[in-house]
C-alpha cells in the first residue's frame, strides 16, 4: 500500500471532492428556490385530480412558486430541441469527467472536457442555435467553453505532476459557468 499524501489524492479522496462540488452546486440560491417551489409533477398520484394538475385546496395552503424572473430567450422549436438535448449531454460529461477523476484517469477526463465542452467541440459560431441567443449569453456559453479547455490542460498537468487540486479547482469554473448562464437565461 502506497501512503497517502495530499498532492496524490486517493480515488476515494477524489470521489469525495467531486461529491463536494456536486453538493455546493445544489446549495446555490437557484437551486434553493427551485428546490422548494412545489411542482405538480412532484406530488404524489393521489394528490392529483384526472387531469393531472393539483387540487386547489391543496395547492391554497402551500406558498405560492417564485415567479421564474430569468430572461426568456425566445428559440424555434428544432433550435430549443437541440440546445437543450446539448445541454443534457454537457451534464452527462461533467459526470463522465468527475468518474475519471475519482479513478485518476486525468488523461481520459482531459480528452472528455476538450472534445465534448472545450473550444474542440465548438463548430462554426459556436453552433447553429447561437443565432437566436442573445449576445450576453453567447459570451457566456464560449466562457464556459474556454473553461472547459483550461480544465483539460490542468487534467492533463495532473497526470503529469499528480497535483489534482488545480484540476478541480478548473472544473468548479466550468460548472460555476454553467450555473450562472442557467440562472439568467431560460429557453422558450
Same mark, same amino acid.
Given at each position: 500500500?502506497?501512503?497517502?499524501?495530499?498532492?496524490?489524492?486517493?480515488?476515494?479522496?477524489?470521489?469525495?471532492?467531486?461529491?463536494?462540488? =456536486?453538493? &455546493?452546486?445544489?446549495?446555490?440560491?437557484?437551486?434553493?428556490?427551485?428546490?422548494?417551489?412545489?411542482?405538480? $409533477?412532484?406530488?404524489?398520484?393521489?394528490?392529483? #385530480?384526472?387531469?393531472?394538475?393539483?387540487?386547489? =385546496?391543496?395547492? &391554497?395552503?402551500?406558498?405560492a412558486?417564485?415567479?421564474?424572473?430569468?430572461?426568456?430567450?425566445?428559440?424555434?422549436?428544432?433550435?430549443?430541441?437541440? #440546445?437543450?438535448?446539448?445541454?443534457?449531454? $454537457?451534464?452527462? #460529461?461533467?459526470?463522465?469527467?468527475?468518474?475519471?477523476?475519482?479513478?485518476?484517469?486525468?488523461?481520459?477526463?482531459?480528452?472528455?472536457?476538450?472534445?465534448?465542452?472545450?473550444?474542440?467541440?465548438?463548430?462554426?459560431?459556436m453552433?447553429?442555435?447561437?443565432?437566436?441567443?442573445?449576445?450576453?449569453?453567447?459570451?457566456? !456559453?464560449?466562457?464556459? $467553453?474556454?473553461?472547459?479547455?483550461?480544465?483539460?490542460?490542468?487534467?492533463?498537468?495532473?497526470?503529469? !505532476?499528480g497535483?489534482?487540486?488545480?484540476?478541480?479547482?478548473?472544473?468548479?469554473?466550468?460548472?460555476?459557468?454553467?450555473? &450562472?448562464?442557467?440562472?439568467?437565461?431560460?429557453?422558450?
Amino acid at each position: 500500500m502506497t501512503p497517502s499524501h495530499p498532492l496524490f489524492p486517493t480515488p476515494a479522496r477524489l470521489a469525495a471532492l467531486c461529491a463536494a462540488f =456536486a453538493i &455546493a452546486a445544489l446549495q446555490t440560491p437557484l437551486a434553493q428556490a427551485q428546490a422548494s417551489a412545489p411542482m405538480a $409533477h412532484d406530488m404524489p398520484p393521489h394528490h392529483m #385530480t384526472m387531469s393531472g394538475a393539483a387540487p386547489a =385546496a391543496s395547492m &391554497a395552503s402551500q406558498p405560492a412558486p417564485e415567479v421564474d424572473a430569468r430572461q426568456v430567450v425566445d428559440f424555434p422549436p428544432a433550435a430549443r430541441r437541440a #440546445t437543450l438535448a446539448e445541454m443534457r449531454s $454537457h451534464l452527462e #460529461t461533467m459526470g463522465e469527467i468527475q468518474s475519471a477523476l475519482s479513478k485518476s484517469e486525468f488523461e481520459l477526463a482531459a480528452r472528455l472536457a476538450e472534445n465534448k465542452l472545450g473550444l474542440s467541440s465548438m463548430h462554426g459560431d459556436m453552433n447553429d442555435s447561437a443565432r437566436y441567443m442573445p449576445k450576453r449569453m453567447r459570451e457566456m !456559453g464560449y466562457a464556459m $467553453h474556454r473553461s472547459a479547455s483550461q480544465f483539460a490542460v490542468a487534467a492533463q498537468d495532473a497526470s503529469v !505532476g499528480g497535483d489534482v487540486r488545480p484540476a478541480l479547482a478548473a472544473l468548479s469554473t466550468v460548472t460555476q459557468n454553467c450555473v &450562472a448562464c442557467h440562472a439568467i437565461y431560460r429557453l422558450k
